[in-house]
């Protein structure tokens, strides 16, 4: 069973800094893209930033300047470098990732959700 563990979430003062982590496990033959989303009380989770398997990323642009995505292929992990942090930054960041399996020859798309971790930044 393919699966995504969140780490690094906390409580951060406002202009500090966290790195949450996301590592893949399980059985698959490759990820393509990996991205993180984020979600604050009574609002819709929405993208936060996203890298390709080729390193290509894209930002909301609320975070522009202030976070980078980043991530390591060997380890299947994507990380999240996040700075100046902001109180509207406060919500439950999910990892997601879009895989690729194959099972009786057969290639399939899989995409997996993380449990959530928390990013509390006190106004």
């Known amino acids: 069973q393919v699966q995504l563990v969140e780490s690094g979430g906390g409580l951060v003062q406002a202009g500090g800094s966290l790195r949450l982590s996301c590592a893949a496990s399980?059985?698959?033959?490759?990820?393509?893209?990996m991205g993180w989303y984020r979600q604050a009380p009574g609002k819709q989770r929405d993208l936060v930033a996203a890298?390709?398997?080729?390193?290509?990323?894209n930002y909301a642009d609320s975070v522009k300047g202030r976070f980078t995505i980043s991530r390591d292929n060997a380890k299947n992990t994507v990380y999240l470098h996040m700075n100046s942090l902001k109180p509207e930054d406060t919500a439950v960041y999910y990892c997601?990732?879009?895989?690729?399996?194959?099972?009786?020859?057969?290639?399939?798309?899989?995409?997996?959700w993380g449990q959530g971790t928390l990013v509390t930044v006190p106004s």
């Open positions: 997601n990732a879009q895989f690729i399996t194959v099972q009786d020859g057969i290639s399939r798309d899989l995409e997996v």
């Open positions: 399980g059985s698959f033959f490759s990820i393509h893209a």
């Open positions: 890298i390709t398997s080729g390193g290509r990323t």
